[in-house]
């Protein structure tokens, strides 16, 4: 059964403190992986795809990267409106259509 | 550019009632997809329409059921309303023609909040 899990769970970090969230998959032939940030409130807000193992992204702090069974969004030197919750979801060969998420790292980042 | 809109944006209703929640995709999107969102979940797929067609469904009893009209617009119907059923309902819509190697992001609205009293 295809599966995705995120840790941890919640992570508090100082301004400027440097941290990874992970991202863990079992799927059958993944076709994309995305992260995604959501606020309270709000719905999830697209970060990045990523295809093929070994595939990188970055966007100012952040910084995504794959491999065959996981995924590591990489923050660096976060500030305060860095907080959020993040999603990780994949896309599986076997179904076109759905996409699976994970249960989300609540991460919040003190001034 | 509009991105997906959602209505209402919050709802009350009792044990037993029928809801109807909508959506309006992105502009230049043509499939539309529902989640389920428990408070302090991941967003759990309901199903996705395109070309006015169910495509996919999650593990989601027939209480659920929905529909998709000519301008891409879709709606959300839950029948029998139940307590568990209180959650954040995200529409997500994405664009069949410009899909990249069959994947792509989709982009989501504010969903609707509903609660079961």
């Known amino acids: 059964e295809d599966q995705v899990t995120q840790s941890p769970e919640a992570l508090r970090l100082q301004e400027g403190e440097s941290s990874s969230l992970n991202c863990s998959y079992t799927v059958s032939g993944l076709r994309g992986l995305f992260w995604y940030r959501q606020d309270p409130g709000k719905g999830p807000e697209f970060l990045f795809t990523l295809y093929s193992a070994g595939e990188e992204k970055e966007k100012e702090r952040l910084k995504a990267t794959l491999t065959k069974k996981e995924s590591f969004l990489h923050i660096t030197a976060p500030k305060p409106e860095d907080s959020a919750t993040y999603l990780c979801a994949v896309q599986a060969g076997t179904s076109y259509d759905k996409v699976i998420f994970g249960p989300g790292t609540s991460l919040s980042v003190i001034p | 550019d509009a991105g997906v809109t959602q209505s209402p944006t919050h709802l009350i209703k009792t044990r037993g009632q029928q809801v109807t929640l909508r959506c309006s995709p992105k502009?230049?999107?043509?499939?539309v997809s529902w989640y389920q969102q428990a408070l302090g979940q991941g967003p759990q797929f309901i199903f996705q329409?395109?070309?006015?067609?169910?495509?996919q469904r999650g593990n989601f009893p027939d209480r659920f059921s929905g529909h998709q009209f000519p301008n891409y617009s879709s709606e959300l119907n839950v029948n029998a309303l139940l307590l568990g059923d209180s959650a954040l309902y995200l529409c997500?819509?994405?664009?069949?023609?410009?899909?990249?190697?069959?994947?792509?992001?989709?982009?989501f609205g504010d969903g609707t909040r509903l609660s079961i009293l």
């Open positions: 329409y395109y070309e006015e067609e169910e495509r």
């Open positions: 997500a819509s994405s664009s069949i023609l410009n899909a990249d190697r069959g994947n792509q992001p989709q982009h």
């Open positions: 502009s230049g999107h043509d499939t």
